[in-house]
């Protein structure tokens, strides 16, 4: 092959094998990995996310992984604008960039751009933020919902940071947020790309999530979460927001008895994965491709020819 091009995009719901297929990927066409991740961003935040080892990368780059302490906020604005700079000098260097996660908003903002949206209002922030105090993420996230469905249904209900910036935008300008998106975006990805939907039937992806839980993250999850309270980090802080930190915060505290522990987690993984599923099906371009198809790699190195030169 020649000089790469444009961007290979691996998206799909959690436990669909993305990490390892975009280093198994970039091994083959001589890539880097950008991880679009929201929470791999946040140094300590490793088990819960599935976060690659530096043996897992085995020598392969990767880009925006560990950049914030779990207390500092990582908007979507900041991805695109990081991952379309790093996407850039790699293709400077002839290498292939390879655009891996599956938080859906982030994957849009890279390419599609992002709405910007009137500068903050503190005192509204302020207000908000005490609602959610007394009443929690979800119940932010359902106002928001029932104001907005198609920017509700964007996110967890336990990002109360991007209800309040949605909610923020709608009382600041009297519009529905998701109508400003489409009518006013922002930076695009103006290159070439190929974008790949790994899929699952549910009950195998279902299974995988339990599997991968109780295998891989169970163990030292409890351990991590420990960690980062002694050292401070609150469990309001935005990299706690990732699935089972709060959970296993929860259980270190009393909150959360230990035969329930493990379940809630799956379900709300199963949860995440549900939605994951439901955006990217909605995405214009992503071609899908089973995930347990046995020639998996070999499928993906020919969809990625055409960013060859």
Do not use: N
């Not at 809630?264 to 439901?278: G, L, M, P």
């Amino acid at each position: 092959m020649t000089v790469p091009r444009g961007v290979l995009a691996i998206v799909g719901a959690t436990a669909t094998g993305k990490s390892a297929l975009a280093v198994e990927t970039a091994l083959r066409l001589g890539g880097e990995v950008i991880s679009a991740d929201a929470f791999t961003a946040y140094r300590g935040i490793d088990a819960g996310t599935a976060k690659p080892t530096p043996e897992e990368r085995r020598g392969v780059p990767h880009h925006l992984i560990d950049l914030k302490e779990p207390t500092e906020p990582f908007s979507a604005g900041e991805f695109a604008r990081l991952a379309r700079e790093a996407a850039r000098e790699i293709l400077s260097r002839g290498r292939l960039p390879t655009l891996c996660g599956g938080t859906g908003f982030y994957v849009r903002a890279f390419f599609e751009g992002l709405f910007v949206g009137p500068p903050r209002d503190e005192r509204l922030r302020e207000a908000l933020r005490l609602v959610e105090a007394r009443r929690g993420a979800p119940w932010l996230v359902r106002a928001l919902t029932l104001l907005d469905p198609e920017s509700g249904a964007r996110i967890s209900l336990r990002d109360g940071a991007r209800a309040i910036r949605y909610l923020e935008i709608a009382v600041s300008t009297g519009r529905r947020p998701s109508e400003l998106f489409r009518e006013r975006p922002g930076e695009r990805w103006d290159g070439p790309s190929v974008k790949l939907l790994l899929t699952l039937p549910r009950p195998a992806l279902y299974g995988r999530i339990e599997r991968r839980f109780r295998d891989s993250i169970m163990a030292p999850l409890a351990g991590e979460v420990r960690r980062l309270l002694e050292a401070g980090v609150p469990v309001s802080a935005p990299g706690m927001a990732a699935i089972g930190y709060r959970e296993t915060a929860a259980l270190l505290e009393g909150r959360l008895p230990p035969s329930e522990w493990a379940d809630t987690v799956i379900r709300q993984t199963r949860r995440y994965a549900k939605r994951q599923e439901t955006w990217f099906r909605s995405e214009p371009d992503f071609f899908p491709i089973r995930a347990d198809a046995p020639d998996l790699l070999e499928e993906v190195v020919s969809a990625a020819r055409p960013l060859f030169s």
